[in-house]
């Protein structure tokens, strides 16, 4: 082969290289940053609320979250009267082994009279209903949360 094209293919070969280093390294940046991606409180824009269509039927506090779909926890329930957060670390409360998850995912806490799911920063996001989230959301009884490749079901 000619010399000018093998310099060509190394040099197309390290932009390549280099191109993979810088996203492994936004990835594991990501992944790593302190309080699982949130935003320091100081930078931290207050949330609109989100619209949600009105319901007819009255309003009852959702008190429990159950796994529908999941490899190790279906079939198990967790209470919704203190804060749940969702993750691969073993300090939240709902630890989850999915690599699509991450190390503090979500958290589900209650806010007045309802409960909100609230996506911290994860890089695969947090969905409700087959709706990704962006901001706090309230959930509703028979809402489904998927995090990962599990999903939540809020329940009576």
Do not use: W
Not at 30 to 58: D, I, V, W
Not at 125 to 142: D, F
Request: some cysteine; glycine content about 8%; overall charge positive.
């Amino acid at each position: 082969m000619p010399n000018l094209v093998l310099e060509l293919l190394k040099y197309a070969f390290l932009a390549i290289l280099y191109i993979f280093l810088a996203r492994a390294v936004k990835a594991i940046y990501l992944e790593l940053r302190p309080a699982g991606g949130r935003r320091p409180p100081a930078q931290r824009q207050p949330a609109p609320t989100p619209a949600r269509a009105p319901s007819r039927r009255p309003k009852k506090a959702p008190r429990k979250l159950a796994v529908v779909e999941g490899d190790s926890l279906k079939g198990k329930s967790f209470d919704l009267a203190d804060e749940l957060l969702v993750g691969r670390a073993d300090k939240c409360q709902l630890v989850l082994q999915d690599t699509y998850v991450s190390q503090v995912h979500a958290r589900i806490f209650p806010r007045g009279e309802g409960v909100v799911v609230e996506d911290l920063g994860s890089t695969n996001g947090t969905y409700l209903n087959r709706r990704r989230i962006t901001s706090p959301t309230e959930l509703q009884r028979g809402d489904q949360v998927k995090i990962g490749k599990t999903v939540l079901e809020v329940r009576k």
